[in-house]
């Protein structure tokens, strides 16, 4: 079972910065078909990190993980992954 993040609170907003998630996630945002909306926050002068409001995050990852019928997993990003290597170096 992935794990759900925690989230951060600044201000009163709850959020994701997308390079606290683990790289399996990241990866899979990327390659949705319907990505949460990205946000930048600035935190005390740092940043801005790119992030998605945790409510966000919470749909996006219910549906990523919650649906066992989801064909988007780590070991189809693994396969995916490596058909477009196969693919990219035979055009090039």
Same mark, same amino acid.
């Given at each position: 079972?992935?794990?759900?993040?925690?989230?951060?609170?600044?201000?009163?907003?709850?959020?994701?910065?997308i390079?606290?998630?683990? &790289?399996?996630?990241?990866? &899979?945002l990327?390659?949705?078909?319907?990505?949460?909306?990205l946000i930048?926050?600035?935190?005390?002068?740092?940043?801005?990190?790119q992030?998605?409001?945790?409510?966000?995050?919470?749909?996006?990852?219910?549906?990523?993980?919650?649906?066992?019928?989801?064909?988007?997993?780590?070991?189809?990003?693994?396969?995916k992954?490596?058909?477009?290597?196969?693919?990219?170096?035979?055009?090039?």
């Amino acid at each position: 079972m992935k794990m759900k993040a925690k989230p951060s609170q600044y201000r009163g907003i709850e959020f994701i910065a997308i390079e606290d998630l683990p &790289l399996d996630q990241q990866n &899979l945002l990327k390659l949705s078909f319907n990505p949460p909306e990205l946000i930048k926050i600035l935190i005390h002068g740092k940043g801005p990190q790119q992030c998605i409001l945790y409510s966000a995050y919470s749909e996006w990852f219910k549906a990523t993980y919650g649906n066992p019928k989801s064909k988007l997993t780590s070991s189809s990003l693994n396969k995916k992954e490596k058909e477009f290597s196969v693919v990219h170096k035979k055009n090039n």
